[in-house]
């Protein structure tokens, strides 16, 4: 076999740089930094896979700067030391302007000093711990709220609910945490008496002796606020059932129900959820032509129904930095910063808008998300607003 001369040899690697630059020039990146692995992959891969509905829609309607719009979608593998290496190889190795991500608070926090090390900006689509937005990070455009955004949210429907005690369940990280925190505050400023707190690690499979302290504690809560991924809070419904316990759960972050029903059964009846999208109630939405265009989008793709919720986030978060990156005029990391403040779009999750959160003068930016209760009952998904 004859070997490749040189000067052809050289011929050819330039005609690839050459596609590869001509490709560069035709293509808008955003990069997509979610667990598609691990412990909370089922609801990150739910997250991408709304992230290339949205990139599709916007493709099919010219794009962005008349470029089309690519996804590098990169799995963090459900570990904040892998979130901080996606981060920097979106940056450094696929080059890309912005990103999205990292589900987890955890994994967020992570990622954030390689944002400002390297001076991207990234969009938040889920994760809530205060911390995110209070750390001094400009590069950081958050649409999920903040847990005590989503408490404050909550304060009008405690006596309706007719919340007297609460015990927490959380995982045990800065999402659960911080969750039990800002929910405790706002329970306790109702009047609610607030008891203990217990933890579970995020790869735990048997929460029974937290089960037991709750069911065997000296007051009976009222009702238990979970706070966690939906394959663990489905684990934590059936050992409550089979312990016996008829407290009921209400799970805050926006966890997905419909899983819940499918994998626990009659044990998920009587539990509550607090919601960011809703698209069982398109009409409850701020969007209803956009929700029920997504929802029947999610369908025709054959996606699992119950991941929609997740879906969502990542659905707005492509479309918010789509938008921003349209308003800057070119692909550039510090205009599409810039431009981010400027940008507002009617999502699915609600109005984004960022103000400022922060340290003055190094503020993050954070939108302010609608919110739901829904409750499952026989079954079925009600709204309870």
């Known amino acids: ?25 035709d293509v808008i990146k955003i990069g997509v930094n979610q667990p598609l692995t691990g412990v909370v992959a089922a609801a990150g891969t739910f997250v991408a896979e709304g992230a290339k509905i949205a990139a599709a829609e916007i493709n099919e309607n010219g794009g962005v700067l008349g470029k089309k719009l690519e996804l590098v979608i990169e799995d963090n593998k459900s570990n904040p030391t892998e979130a901080s290496n996606v981060t920097e190889k979106l940056i450094v190795r696929d080059k890309v302007p912005a990103i999205m991500g990292a589900w987890s608070s955890t994994y967020t926090l992570a990622s954030m000093p390689k944002l400002m090390e390297y001076r991207i ?11 995110i937005t209070k750390q001094g990070n400009p590069y950081v455009f958050r649409i999920s709220p903040t847990s005590a955004m989503e408490a404050a949210s909550f304060a009008d429907r405690v006596k309706p609910m007719g919340i007297t005690k609460v015990d927490f369940l ?96 009659k044990a998920a009846n009587n539990t509550y959820h607090v919601m960011f999208f809703v698209p069982w109630f398109p009409d409850a939405t701020l969007n209803p032509e956009a929700a029920r265009g997504f929802v029947a989008q999610w369908e025709k793709m054959g996606l699992d129904p119950a ?48 103000n400022k959160d922060g340290p003055a003068g ?12 829904v409750k499952i009952e026989d079954g079925k998904i009600v709204n309870t607003d």
Request: aromatic residues 4%.
């Open 121 to 131: 900006p990234m969009l938040v689509e889920t994760a809530s711990s205060s911390k």
């Open 170 to 265: 959380v995982v045990n990280n800065d999402w659960g945490l911080g969750a039990a925190q800002a929910y405790g505050e706002m329970l306790k400023a109702q009047g609610v008496e607030v008891g203990e707190t217990h933890i579970m690690d995020a790869a735990a499979q048997d929460m029974t002796s937290q089960l037991a302290a709750i069911k065997h504690a000296k007051k009976q809560p009222s009702h238990v606020f979970l706070t966690s991924g939906t394959e663990q809070i489905t684990l934590v419904a059936k050992q409550a059932e089979a312990l016996g316990i008829d407290v009921p759960f209400i799970t805050t972050g926006g966890i997905m129900p419909q899983q819940l029903i499918d994998q626990a059964g």
């Open 307 to 354: 991941g929609s919720p997740e879906g969502a986030r990542g659905y707005d978060g492509i479309h918010t930095l789509a938008a921003a990156i349209e308003k800057a005029g070119e692909a550039d990391p510090a205009k599409i910063q810039a431009a981010l403040w400027k940008t507002e779009i009617d999502g699915l999750t609600g109005h984004v808008k960022f």
């Open 1 to 25: 076999m004859k070997t490749m001369g040189i000067k052809a040899l050289i011929s050819v690697i330039s005609i690839m740089g050459a596609a590869q630059v001509a490709h560069a020039a």
């Open 362 to 373: 190094k503020e993050s930016g954070q939108s302010v998300p609608m919110t739901y209760l």
